[in-house]
């Protein structure tokens, strides 16, 4: 089962996705995607690690993200894959030029592996596009990229669900 888990910032749903991991009676692994930068998100990191289980495997994932899925997955057990904006991320460079090429590949094989994953898949990604729209370049461009990989994502999931005030709204179930 594909389960797409989308939500603003501190709506919840990293917490929704790891109840849902909690009740699962085989082996999790936690896949981080976040590269971290400075110290505030590194201690927001810290903090995400102390609410996990100490017996979830957690795994750093890069840009071949499908790659780790497809080498991780079992049939009875969970992937928690938190989350697609960070993920996302990786491919803007420092001097914020984003890999294209890399990044539509790499999305592709993602595509690709949620389809064929035999075990249960969660996703968590970000929901940007409600707000004001950003005075810069790159973060319209940050915002269009991850608006339509949700789309993309939510197209070969099973279940969406979205998370306001740390309530889930079920958008899809097949």
Partial sequence: MTH?????ARSGKSRYAEQLA?????????????????AEFAERVRQHRLQRPAHWQVLE??????????????????????CLGMW????????????????VQERQWLL??????????????????????????????????????NQDIAAHCQRVTLIACGLPLVLKST
């Avoid at 996302?88 to 990044?103: A, G, I, Y």
């Fill in 22 to 38: 909690i009740k699962h009676a085989g082996p999790v692994r936690y896949v981080a995607t976040a590269e971290i930068r400075d």
């Fill in 88 to 103: 996302l991320m990786r491919f803007f460079r420092s001097d914020d030029q984003f890999d294209e090429m890399d990044f």
């Fill in 4 to 8: 797409l888990i989308t939500g603003a």
């Fill in 112 to 149: 690709e592996a949620i389809d064929a994953v035999q075990g249960q898949l969660l996703l968590v990604s970000n929901e940007i596009g409600w707000g004001v729209m950003p005075m810069s370049r790159v973060a319209r461009q940050y915002g269009d990229l991850l608006g339509r990989l």
């Fill in 61 to 82: 994932a890069e840009r071949s993200l499908a790659e780790l899925i497809l080498g991780q997955d079992q049939e009875d057990g969970l992937l928690l894959v938190d």
